[in-house]
């Protein structure tokens, strides 16, 4: 049901039960969750949040892809499509573990995802949620040809987030990809 996308370096495929481990480490890591929750996340959050990401694609018919190098198998994070119920629009997001920060990793598995989004769905722009403060996530999305637009406050679970709001319309995306 989870399409399987390659780039260069990178297969975005569906989740196997030997990701969780993985998923949880870098979930727990408080470097990785700073812009995302402000908090690690327990083992067992992390369970339920790779549950919603795989039940993304049940019932919407997209979602996150699991995001494996193709040199040595790694699981290295999550990638792709994301429309919860009450999402400000359908956003491209990406979250690596740090270890494969810096290595562009989020920009070419983004940019694969972003290409599938404008092919498959009938949305003219989509978005990137991304904390004020995240300047590394700020870079993908610039990269990608998005630009900042107007701050957004996300509730999640009754806890307000702090966001901006990226986006790149499909004439945008159109122009950079012809």
């Known amino acids: 049901m989870i399409p399987r996308l390659e780039t260069g370096r990178l297969i975005l495929r569906g989740y196997k039960p030997e990701d969780f481990e993985p998923f949880a480490a870098f ?103 991304i904390h004020p403060e995240n300047r590394a996530s700020q870079a993908v999305a610039a990269r990608l040809g998005e630009t900042k637009g107007p701050f957004h406050e996300l509730v999640i679970g009754g806890k307000a987030y702090p966001t901006e709001i990226w986006s790149i319309s499909r004439a945008e995306w159109a122009k950079l990809n012809p």
């Open 27 to 129: 979930m727990a890591d408080e470097d990785v969750m700073r812009y995302l929750s402000g908090a690690p996340m327990a083992r067992n959050d992390a369970w339920r949040n790779l549950a919603s990401l795989i039940g993304h694609w049940a019932l919407r018919g997209y979602g996150m892809w699991a995001v494996e190098r193709k040199s040595d198998g790694a699981f290295i994070g999550r990638i792709g499509l994301n429309n919860p119920e009450g999402w400000p629009g359908l956003e491209v997001g990406w979250t690596l573990g740090k270890p494969y920060w810096g290595q562009g990793y989020a920009t070419e598995a983004a940019r694969a995802a972003l290409h599938y989004a404008f092919m498959t769905q009938p949305d003219e722009r989509i978005i990137s949620v």
